[in-house]
């Protein structure tokens, strides 16, 4: 799924603002407790969460999204400032240990960028989430949606899926190149908040009922990033199949590849690399919530004595203004999640440079997408998208339908 994040927060203004958002906010003295967080994305725009933040004896940080649940490392306490990074992620969250107010540190981007963060102890009542009272009669929003996304001009298509308990909401939106992940928040004043951060998506959906069965609202990412959405319950939504949007030109003809090795050197991947072995190739990027999640599961799928058989490689097309740098960042994702096969550099961060590297193909529409070949190193299967562990029981559709192909392709 593309990236909608964007925006800027110039670091060297910080000082000034952090201490006007002191004079004027409010002091935590409590070690550990259930936070309301929250980044500034722009001067009107917030993006909520939750967390809970334990400052002795080691400092202790773990960020909610739902059933989701981060656990920030720790990395140094320079003087009163403590900072922490995301598990896997390019990111940092840095802040004062007294008075809770920071920034969070994005170095997803091809230049770093700062936003001011946030977090305190909610008033009593109020949901740590949100910082807002939640209906005590809500209208309810749970079920299956048929949503339509309108992005100016262009528009898209997705299913949205929301479960409700009392007038607290989670749920997901998957679309046809990759899910919105954990999804959480509640029902204030008839309107639907839901809310995710994970160190890449910064994400706020607001909605209101037009009638029983549809709602319509407003999607912000990111500083800049506003999307209008419209949603009509529909038990049967569904979307195009993930295995029909990409797909080989000629699917006799062997696969090339021109990439960086991780030591920054040329290399061709071609019809020797393939054979021998069914072999399943990753077209990701560190900068993607949705290939991180594939990417744990392949990691876990590679440790299973059943698919020991199967290559693995993936390819990163990274921001960053060299390659240098996108290698820098490759080799630090490769590290943290502990990747058990071997990584390539594709170029940048581009369906379009994506395209280029692997031109045996109509075109590469998203990220992730993964090819499986069989022993022959022909292409069998294409896959756009991922339904992450966020999407629930089609996470577990799509490992069944990942593994079903992975015995076929070890038997043949």
């Avoid at 967080?37 to 080691?58: C, Y």
């Avoid at 990033?225 to 419209?230: H, L, N, P, V």
């Avoid at 029909?244 to 006799?252: C, E, R, V």
Wanted: proline share 5%; glycine share 8%; hydrophobic share 35%.
């Amino acid at each position: 799924m593309k990236n909608k994040n964007s925006g800027e927060f110039n670091r060297f203004s910080f000082g000034p603002m952090l201490t006007m958002l002191i004079c004027f906010g409010k002091i935590v003295l409590f070690s550990q407790n259930h936070f309301h967080g929250e980044i500034a994305m722009n001067d009107r725009l917030t993006v909520p969460f939750d967390l809970h933040f334990n400052a002795n004896p080691k400092p202790l940080l773990m960020i909610h999204n739902g059933n989701e649940t981060i656990s920030m490392r720790f990395i140094k306490r320079k003087k009163d400032t403590l900072y922490f990074e995301f598990p896997e992620i390019a990111g940092q969250l840095v802040f004062h240990g007294t008075t809770h107010r920071g920034y969070w540190l994005n170095l997803n981007k091809i230049a770093p960028k700062y936003y001011p963060f946030q977090f305190y102890l909610p008033l009593d009542q109020k949901n740590p989430r949100l910082d807002l009272t939640l209906d005590t009669q809500p209208s309810n929003y749970s079920g299956k949606y048929r949503v339509r996304f309108n992005e100016g001009a262009s528009s898209f298509n997705a299913v949205g899926e929301f479960e409700q308990a009392g007038s607290q909401v989670t749920g997901t939106f998957r679309t046809a190149t990759g899910d919105y992940r954990y999804l959480s928040g509640g029902v204030v004043n008839d309107t639907l908040i839901l809310s995710c951060f994970d160190g890449v998506h910064a994400f706020r959906f607001e909605a209101k009922k037009l009638a029983v069965d549809s709602i319509e609202g407003v999607f912000y990412s990111g500083a800049t990033y506003r999307a209008t959405w419209q949603a009509v319950v529909d038990t049967n939504a569904s979307l195009t199949s993930p295995f029909g949007l990409s797909y080989p030109i000629d699917a006799t003809h062997p696969l090339v590849l021109k990439v960086k090795t991780m030591k920054g050197k040329n290399r061709t991947l071609s019809d020797n690399d393939f054979r021998g072995h069914p072999t399943v190739i990753q077209i990701m990027g560190t900068w993607c919530p949705n290939c991180l999640d594939e990417t744990r599961y392949f990691v876990t799928l590679k440790q299973q004595p059943e698919f020991e058989d199967v290559r693995f490689i993936l390819v990163a097309f990274e921001n960053g203004m060299t390659d240098k740098d996108r290698l820098k960042r490759l080799k630090r994702y490769t590290q943290k999640i502990e990747l058990n096969y071997p990584a390539f550099l594709g170029g940048e961060a581009t369906t379009k440079q994506a395209g280029t590297v692997f031109n045996a193909l109509n075109g590469v529409f998203a990220f992730p997408t993964t090819l499986f070949l069989t022993k022959q190193g022909i292409i069998k299967q294409v896959h756009v998208g991922f339904d992450g562990p966020g999407t629930g029981n089609h996470f577990e559709e799509l490992k069944r339908d990942f593994e079903e192909l992975l015995r076929q392709l070890v038997q043949e």
